[in-house]
């Protein structure tokens, strides 16, 4: 049995975990800690499964990394600047693996590799991304994550900037600007997590849609990302897609 700890045990993510690993029958439960609960439990898991909030997560990673707990990191947040944060911090501590996934959805991940691909092809490239009203960042993790992947393959196919002839905008009205994309993040009751990829060209635009409808559409890969933990090597790995075999 592979013993698991959670962190954010109380969150909507964090409660969803918790059902899924203890139903999954091969993982043990062995911690389930949120803001306030000691963290000396979760010295006994083989793997920590952090849900807490961007704030919170880097103190948690260096908890685990001194204690020698391998982690799985679902929490949002993770810019180049924090990568390059986690990497100095796993120099300490080389024994440790983590792996940050910006998003646990299998049509995600998919929809992550789509645009990738298609980004070369397309002039334009925009991100619109909605989420629940609870959701306390933005843009997501997964938007971010989309914009790095088509600013890279936009880099290498020498693509300059997406045309806009914006001389006058009110502050927020074309997105935020994430290595060169445009993301526009929704906000509004009854949504989950969703996001469109709109690439345009000459004449034709192609969108690439995600709908995430039920947070159980996220545990599939958490569970693969705690059993797949172990095969990945030391260091700071990010995505499911090697696990997947995308990468
Ligand atoms: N990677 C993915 O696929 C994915 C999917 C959904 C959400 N997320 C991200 O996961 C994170 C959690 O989302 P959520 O909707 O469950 O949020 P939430 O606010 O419902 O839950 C967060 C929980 O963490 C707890 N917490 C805060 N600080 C803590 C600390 N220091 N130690 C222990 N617990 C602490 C809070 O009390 C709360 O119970 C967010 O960053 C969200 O963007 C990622």
Known sequence: MIKVGVLGAKGRMGTEVCRAVTGSGDMDLTAAVDIGDPRDQLALAAVVVDFTSPGAVMDNLRWCAAHGRNMVIGTSGFDEERLAAVRLS????????????????????????????????????????LHHAGKVDAPSGTAARTASLIAAARSAAGLGPAPDATTTALAGARGADVVGVRVHAVRLAGLVAHQEVL????????????????????????????????????????????????A
């Open 90 to 129: 796993l120099g300490e501590a080389p024994e440790i693996t983590v792996l940050v996934v910006p998003n646990f959805s299998i049509g995600a991940v998919l929809m992550m590799r789509f645009a990738a691909q298609a980004a070369s092809f397309f002039e334009s490239a925009e991100i619109v991304e």
């Open 199 to 246: 690439l345009g060209g000459h004449g034709e635009v192609l969108t690439i849609r995600h709908d995430s409808l039920d947070r159980s559409s996220f545990m599939p890969g958490v569970l693969a990302a705690i059993r797949g933990i172990p095969a990945l090597p030391p260091g700071l790995t990010v995505g499911l897609d090697t696990m997947l075999g995308l």
